[in-house]
């Protein structure tokens, strides 16, 4: 699929839009990194305050979003304050380090997930709500899609899969059900999913939950390896800092909020390894090599969206804002 398919369509409105880009506190000439570019609302605003002197370096996975901007800030990349990586943000260092820009950067922000465009182009296949192919891959050039993976996947990585990045009690029922349907019909749409699960799985219409809905989170953070994607910047975010410099993340889902609290937490310093919840991704030399204090916390509890934010947009409902300030020098940790 290419962005001829979807002209100008990348819609998505900015999540704690303000907030989010003031916590860095951009000054005129600094350099920043959006991790997610997407429709470009965090980056054009970052462009802003950051001024003709400044510079921004943008990174998205889906080439419909590298695309999109490719146009909408045409004039930005030509005069070289923009520039463009179609890379998944893991690879955030290795990426700024062919840039020349470690050590250099005052603020890095990340706010992760799907955006508006893919939940609302059913071609992308990460809806139950609009009918696709169930693809979910947010590069479509690479990978497994949802479909692949449940055609051959055994029972037992179906029901942990489910587990694991949905959080779901029901997943070993799912998974049975899955497995016992894709022999005589294959997965192909999202609605074939949604709708066996709806058949068999209990759910009181009026709770508003689908009960498909865990279990797309869970396809879609497998798929797209977020959680190792989200662990991967937050070892590599600091190195890439500047002393003063501000790393910020935008999650909208437990799982990623837990990693980036406890990945924060213990670059600053406070949180001992016995405190540490067992489920979060980071091995025991990681954690040695954060055992120094190279930050400091920006606000201790996380940043929610207005009440006014969430009437208006209420994919913001569960968008948790953290940040830190690099105090000292950090070495890469991988
Ligand atoms: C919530 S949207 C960002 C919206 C953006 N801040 C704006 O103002 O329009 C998330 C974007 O990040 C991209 N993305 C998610 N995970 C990524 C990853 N690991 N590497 C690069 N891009 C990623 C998605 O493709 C999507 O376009």
């Known amino acids: 699929m290419t962005s001829d398919s979807f002209p100008n369509s990348y819609q998505h409105v900015s999540v704690l839009f303000r907030e989010s880009v003031d916590i860095l506190s951009p000054e005129a000439g600094s350099i920043l990194v959006d991790c997610t570019l997407g429709g470009g609302g965090h980056t054009a605003l970052m462009l802003e305050l950051v001024g003709p002197t400044g510079r921004v370096v943008a990174f ?45 950067v005052s603020g890095v922000l990340a706010d992760i997930g799907v955006s508006s465009h893919h939940l609302d182009i059913a071609a992308r296949g990460f809806s139950f709500m609009n009918d696709g192919p169930l693809d979910m891959r947010m590069d479509q050039s690479q990978g497994e899609s949802a479909a692949e ?28 059900l899955i497995c016992e349907r894709r022999d005589t019909s294959p997965f192909k749409t999202t609605k074939q999913l949604a709708d066996l699960i709806a058949s068999k799985v209990f759910w009181k219409e009026a709770s508003r939950k689908h009960p498909a809905t865990r ?27 500047r002393i003063g410099g501000v790393l910020a993340i935008i999650t909208f889902h437990s799982l ?8 924060m937490l213990t670059l600053t310093g406070k949180t001992k390894r016995q405190s540490l919840p067992r489920d979060i991704p980071l091995t025991s030399a990681d954690i040695d090599r954060l055992s120094e204090s190279v930050a400091e916390v920006i606000k201790p509890f996380p940043q929610m969206p207005t009440e006014n934010e969430v009437r208006s947009n209420p994919r913001a409902r569960s968008a948790k804002l953290r940040a830190i300030r690099l105090t000292m020098e950090c070495p890469i940790i991988v």
């Open 215 to 241: 279990t797309f989170q869970a396809l879609r953070v497998y798929v797209n390896n977020e959680l190792g994607e989200l662990k991967s910047l937050l070892n590599s975010a600091p190195s890439v800092l």
């Open 256 to 263: 990623e909020d837990r990693l980036t609290k406890v990945s």
């Open 60 to 104: 998205d996975r889906d080439i419909i979003a590298i695309d999109n901007a490719k146009v909408r800030f045409s004039k930005d990349i030509s005069s070289g304050r923009l520039i463009l990586i179609h890379s998944p943000f893991g690879e955030l260092s290795s990426q700024l380090k062919k840039l020349d820009l470690i050590g250099r």
């Open 149 to 176: 993976f449940l055609a051959s996947a055994t029972e037992q990585d179906i029901a942990d899969v489910i587990f694991k990045f949905g959080e779901e009690p029901k997943s070993r029922f799912i998974a049975k």
